[in-house]
């Protein structure tokens, strides 16, 4: 029986809370087909018994005129009212015209057979169309991947019967009452309508067309937005060539059928055939292939099959003529159109925002089916009344369309994986920069108004975009300015002016620090002296003033040669001893500038006992690169208030410094504080080195290491992204990790019930949810090793997020865009999380566990704040079985130990 | 009575509103620089003139808060004295006073700095906490 249910849930797979939704929105579906094809053989035999088959053409033009009218009066209603009050109204509309056509078909006039067959064309695609939006808005994108094969099956179904029911009674009721039992059926498909909305969780109220549109919507509104979204323009096109296939095999098989029959006879013929043979094709299809298809060819495979088969079946007609092979063509058309072709079409629609969709699938489907159709009549006109082909040269047209179809098909496959890309990424934040030009006169006055203005940052950043203007006479400002009451805005013409040499501020400067008043401007009015004359530098270190002293280095580090010759080892020496720890940073930057009288001072600061100095001596570390100093840096990783400066330091020796790195990674006798910082350096070196070092250590056991390292191969496949990053390494913990996840969801699963307690297995509950959800962010930050980060780490955010429509879209794409052997892995954990427990059985033989033995391997996990969870929760449940486990873990140093030999008194 | 072991610490941090949004592995390492302090009654734990140097949870017992002789607040298990002097270190214009038997875990804020700068996770869950404190002020 289980291999039974598990067929059985590889073609159709409802879930709970799905099932009355599913049978009543397919009895809906099949209900509508029931009628419409008892309708459709009727409505063709009578006008083919009165008309000759050259008039065939011209009524697909009039359907073609008369369903784009209906159209727009239906798009009109669509939009003006919830979609529930549009069924409703087109339910009673088609009731209406149904007894309507019952009377005038009695009163036998040849027009009536006209609009009879109009009509009928339109109330396929109207009721049809709406069952399928409705289908769309009652199902998520994943529901109704699992679902509309089901769906689809349904219609099938009421396809079937409407023909057999024709065939079957049509001698015996006569052909017009056939219309007033097609009503019966509209109503009855109406109440299966109404059950379904009533369903938990239905709401078809905010489901209308024109929500966000204005009371004056226009018909050229509709055609704006098909404008403006490609993907719409690629269903369009397909419709469109779809129709005209379908009218060009249609034309050939009536020419072929009304050759071979007359009267009832055809009549009966027509009705078999839709009833009996184009429904057991198209059941077969649904049933064995359509949900396999869907599933493993995904959208662009599926849609597909449809032109490749029409195109090779219809060269074949043309050389085997006749009703048989004109109908095995017709059949094969209309039976993969409702069901492959339909499916893969609907699917295609899903990706498109709720609004859009619901605005514009009634106009899409409506009016372009009918405008395809008729193309397709004149497409026929020209070639059999201008070109005077035959009918069985019409195959050969056939064929050409179909070579179109496919083209539409493959651009279909990349609109849809670019739609669904799309509206993931939406959901980010899109900062763009947004700098002035100042080329034009009247921003340059607007820009120099602002510099002399009093807001200081504004003025500043004004100075440098004049700064950066080509061509612009910047010092008349600077001198204007270099009498700011804005420290900020002075030290920044001094900067500007010590970058251009201008030397028309030296009073200015002097004055400056005659006044003694800010820092940052003193600083920057040293720089500047020193920048024009360096003899002055020595004077500036050497003053209590700090800032002055700094000054004069920035203005040294624009000119090397010069700071090598005048800062000198005595100075640096006598300086490094004050006990002044601003002075000693002083000193460190200093050295930085040095060279290699530098080194053993850097050296000496590196181990001072204030923070500030030995991060002013890591930035000297990272200036001179002498490997002398990368043991110390290494220390200082593990020194909170030295890191930042540390990391940056060991980066700027780039590869050279990777294989020191890699060994420190590899030992287990350093502190893990220290090793879990190296991937934070790797990640500021793009060389592939780096990439190789992180990759040995992505399988590590300390979880905060691991993360580390996941952490910076995202980084530098988002700044490096021509380096190699190994597939085979990721997918070996792309599988460690999905194993990790099933198996914290089994050791979960006994205590799920507990996870809001307050007490020891409630915090273990917790604990397990928490690793899971980071072993899942391990997961995606493996794949955004192998596929587009940004676009992975978008689906991230939706399958994490609350959004039920977020996740279903996102492992939606994850299913389009991962290959077979990580979507094997990845899918299932995502797509049926109430499952798990199935899928980890399933796919990696993990059994499901029972609270004790959860607790024991926890135990022995090595985890150490599981493990220390798990003792807890034991002696808590007083679970005797796990003493002697919880003995041994007693025996740990640390937390574990402690906290089992509390559970060991409380078993005792 | 015992000492608290780690876990206990945890189960009694969840109930700190400032760290609510934090994991229990992350609370752990909070609970690694919580020490247990015992007060018998009557002892005085905050007054006025004394800057709070860290954050206090109610683990067992009461503790009585007030100002100028009026009882405000009787603090009980799970309850937190002084949450804000994590980063404020104003003195708070109450004194408190322990009823009970009392046992407290206390938080110095020169370590929950530390840890805070070695668990940039932790540091941005308390940071977001505090931000939906402040709108939720602002919005009243």
């Not at chain 1, 017009?176 to 078809?204: I, P």
């Not at chain 1, 399933?842 to 150490?864: F, V």
């Not at chain 2, 609510?20 to 609970?31: C, D, F, G, V, Y």
Request: net charge neutral.
């Amino acid at each position: 029986m289980h291999w039974l249910r598990a067929l059985w849930r590889s073609f159709f797979d409802v879930r709970e809370g799905e099932g009355l939704r599913t049978l009543f929105m397919g009895l809906y579906l099949m209900l509508v087909l029931f009628a419409y094809y008892i309708l459709k053989p009727l409505s063709r035999s009578l006008f083919l018994n009165k008309f000759d088959i050259d008039k065939l053409p011209y009524l697909y033009i009039l359907i073609a005129v008369a369903g784009g009218l209906l159209a727009y009066v239906y798009t009109k209603v669509a939009l003006h009212f919830s979609l529930q009050v549009a069924v409703t109204s087109s339910m009673v509309l088609t009731v209406v015209c149904l007894v309507g056509l019952w009377w005038l078909i009695g009163l036998g006039q040849a027009w009536v057979l006209y609009a009879f067959n109009i009509w009928v064309s339109l109330f396929s695609v109207m009721l049809v169309s709406q069952g399928w939006l409705v289908a769309a808005n009652v199902f998520t994108s994943r529901e109704a991947k699992r679902l509309y094969g089901l769906l689809g099956m349904g219609a099938v179904a009421g396809a079937a019967f409407g023909g057999t029911f024709i065939a079957q009674t049509v001698s015996r009721i006569g052909s017009r009452n056939q219309l007033l039992a097609s009503a019966a059926l509209v109503v009855l498909a109406y109440v299966a309508f109404l059950v379904v909305v009533r369903q938990k969780g239905v709401s078809l109220v905010a489901a209308r067309g024109a929500e966000a549109e204005t009371e004056e919507f226009q018909f050229k509104d509709i055609l704006l937005a098909i404008g403006r979204h490609k993907h719409l323009q690629v269903i369009i096109g397909i419709i469109t060539v779809t129709f005209i296939v379908d009218v060009t095999i249609e034309y050939q098989f009536n020419a072929m059928a009304k050759l071979a029959y007359k009267g009832d006879k055809l009549t009966a013929f027509l009705g078999t055939f839709y009833g009996i043979y184009l429904n057991l094709i198209t059941l077969a299809l649904q049933f064995f292939l359509t949900g396999v298809v869907v599933r493993r060819l995904g959208v662009g495979g599926t849609l597909q099959i449809m032109p490749v088969t029409l195109s090779l079946a219809s060269v074949a007609t043309f050389f085997i003529p006749g009703v048989t092979s004109s109908a095995s063509l017709r059949l094969l058309e209309a039976a993969s159109r409702y069901t492959l072709n339909r499916t893969g079409m609907e699917l295609l629609y899903l990706p498109l925002p709720a609004e859009l969709r619901n605005r514009t699938k009634a106009f899409v489907d409506i009016f372009v089916d009918r405008m395809g159709r008729g193309l397709g009549g004149m497409v026929l006109i020209f070639f059999t009344a201008v070109l005077a082909l035959k009918p069985t040269q019409i195959a050969l047209v056939t064929a050409v369309f179909s070579l179109a179809w496919m083209a539409l098909s493959r651009r279909a496959s990349r609109e849809y994986l670019a739609t669904v890309r799309g509206r993931l990424a939406s959901r980010r934040l899109d900062l763009t920069e947004a700098r002035v030009s100042c080329d034009d006169p009247q921003t340059v006055a607007l820009i120099e108004q602002t510099a002399a203005g009093e807001n200081p940052r504004q003025a500043v950043y004004a100075l440098s975009l004049l700064a950066e203007t080509t061509g612009y006479e910047l010092t008349p400002l600077l001198e204007k300015l270099a009498a700011s009451r804005h420290a900020e805005v002075r030290a920044r013409v001094y900067e500007l002016a010590r970058a251009r040499a201008f030397d028309g501020l030296i009073a200015r400067a002097k004055e400056e620090h005659a006044a003694a008043g800010d820092s940052s401007a003193e600083q920057a009015a040293a720089a500047y002296l020193v920048g024009l004359s360096v003899e002055s530098a020595k004077t500036f270190l050497n003053s209590p003033n700090i800032a002055r002293g700094h000054g004069a280095l920035d203005a040294l580090a624009a000119q090397p040669s010069l700071a090598a010759e005048t800062i000198n080892a005595e100075w640096l020496r006598a300086a490094a001893a004050d006990p002044d720890p601003r002075k000693r940073v002083l000193v460190a930057r200093a050295a930085g500038l040095a060279g290699g009288a530098g080194a053993s001072i850097v050296q000496q600061l590196l181990e001072d006992a204030d923070s500030s100095v030995v991060r002013a001596a890591c930035a000297a570390a990272g200036v001179l690169r002498n490997r002398a100093h990368v043991f110390s840096l290494t220390r200082c990783l593990t020194n909170a208030r030295q890191r930042g400066a540390a990391i940056a330091a060991l980066a700027e020796f780039g590869p050279r410094v990777c294989g020191t790195l890699s060994d420190i990674l590899a030992d287990e006798t350093v502190p893990a504080a220290m090793r879990r910082q190296i991937p934070r350096v790797l990640k500021l070196i793009p060389d592939q080195r780096s990439v190789d070092i992180l990759l040995q250590a992505i399988d590590h056991s300390d979880p905060g290491l691991r993360r580390a390292v996941l952490k910076a191969l995202n980084r530098l496949r988002e700044s490096a992204p021509k380096l190699s990053f190994e597939d085979s390494r990721i997918a070996g913990q792309m599988q460690v990790e999905v194993r990790r996840y099933c198996e914290l969801n089994a050791a979960l699963d006994p205590f799920r019930s507990s996870k809001n307690s307050g007490e020891a297995a409630g915090l273990l509950a917790r604990s397990l949810d928490e690793r899971m959800a980071q072993t899942l962010d391990h997961l995606f930050r493996l794949l955004g090793l192998r596929y587009p980060q940004q676009e992975i780490y978008s689906a991230y955010r939706a399958v994490s997020g609350r959004s039920s429509e977020a996740h279903s879209a996102a492992v939606e794409f994850l299913d389009s865009v991962l290959e077979r052997d990580m979507k094997r892995l990845v899918v299932p954990l995502l797509d049926a999380p109430e499952r798990l427990l199935d899928t980890g059985r399933n796919l990696l033989g993990i059994q499901p566990k029972t609270a004790e033995t959860a607790l024991r391997e926890l135990l022995h996990s090595g985890d150490s704040w599981l493990a220390a969870c798990a003792a807890a929760a034991a002696g808590e449940m007083k679970l005797r079985g796990l003493a002697p486990d919880i003995t041994e873990a007693g025996r740990i140093v640390g937390d574990v130990g402690e906290v089992a030999r509390a559970a060991a008194v409380a078993l005792a | 009575m015992a000492e608290l072991n780690i876990i206990e610490k945890v189960i009694a941090l969840e109930g700190v509103e400032l760290l609510k949004n934090l994991s229990p592995e992350q609370l752990s390492r909070i609970a690694s620089i919580a020490k247990e302090v015992k007060h018998p009654p009557g002892k005085v734990i905050l007054e006025p003139a004394k800057p709070m140097d860290a954050l206090l949870v109610v683990v067992d017992g009461s503790v009585e808060l007030s100002r100028d002789g009026d009882v405000l607040h009787v603090a009980k298990q799970n309850d937190v004295l002084g949450a804000w002097a994590l980063f404020d270190d104003d003195p708070m214009p109450v004194t408190a006073t322990t009823v009970d038997d009392t046992t407290l875990l206390r938080i110095a804020r020169d370590d929950f700095y530390d840890l805070l700068s070695d668990n940039v996770e932790i540091t941005a869950s308390v940071f977001s906490t505090l931000v939906k404190r402040f709108r939720k002020l602002v919005e009243q």
